[in-house]
């Protein structure tokens, strides 16, 4: 049992970090709704996360298949992981450029929010789809990592639960400072382009993207403790 231990935090630990691009896309989206819906959102999002996990490590022997080759352009291999890997960094740089955009190029910030069931319904369609890509990765990493079936469970359910727990206050951050929104979004672009390099066999080294968005969320901190607001005369 004890040799379990070690694995288990690792995959944990995994998992968090993985999970974290999940949390940041899911509180942009509900930053968009009404205050009132958006936890529901948000446990909406994580839940489903967890269970396109759970689901998918039933489907474990389909899910390695999807790293056989499907077929080769300009000598690249192309995998069905791959290919959903490449459709959902697209479909993170899309969403990523055009918030990006709005954020800086939108001049009217009080546009009316359409509260309707159907814009709650298209922001969870979203997420739905981010969550399969994020799902299909982690869970593959996870093959990498252990061998035993209820150490990816347990893995699987403990990082939820730390996803549902953090995802209100890192939600919250995000709404109160715009600075920090345009970073998370800049971090989206990013994440978007590695699952398409991934999704290439052009692996690019996580601990770098992270690295690099932690020194600038830094950096974001230090100014924002230097920079004082101007005093009215």
């Known amino acids: 049992m004890t040799e379990s231990i070690v694995p288990l935090l690792s995959l944990i630990a995994l998992e968090v970090i993985l999970g974290i691009d999940n949390i940041i896309f899911i509180s942009i989206l509900a930053d968009k709704l009404p205050e009132n819906q958006r936890d529901k959102l948000r446990y909406y999002g994580i839940g489903l996360a967890m269970v396109m996990r759970l689901i998918l ?9 999807l790293d056989k080759t499907l077929f080769t352009v300009l000598d690249t291999e192309i995998s069905g992981k791959g290919l959903i890997l490449i459709a959902g960094g697209l479909f993170l740089i ?53 061998s035993e079936l209820w150490i990816m469970y347990t893995a699987v ?22 600075s920090f929104k345009v970073l998370a979004l800049c971090f989206l672009l990013m994440i978007g382009m590695s699952l398409m390099a991934e999704g290439l066999h052009f692996e690019i080294p996580k601990g770098y993207i992270y690295f690099s968005m932690a020194f600038a969320f830094l950096v974001d901190i230090i100014q924002m403790k230097t920079v ?6």
Do not use: R
């Not at 490590?57 to 389909?62: A, D, G, V």
């Open 57 to 65: 490590l039933f489907l474990i022997s389909w899910i390695l298949k």
């Open 94 to 146: 899309y969403k990523s450029t055009k918030e990006i955009y709005h954020k800086t190029e939108v001049e009217d910030e009080n546009l009316a929010i359409n509260t309707s069931s159907k814009s709650f319904g298209k922001l969870l369609g979203e997420i739905i789809v981010l969550d399969l890509v994020f799902s299909i990765d982690s869970i593959i990493t996870a093959v990498g990592m252990v």
């Open 157 to 178: 359910i403990v990082t939820v639960v730390i996803m549902l727990i953090a995802s209100k206050p890192i939600s919250q951050f995000i709404s109160k400072h715009p």
């Open 228 to 233: 004082k607001p101007k005093s009215t005369v």
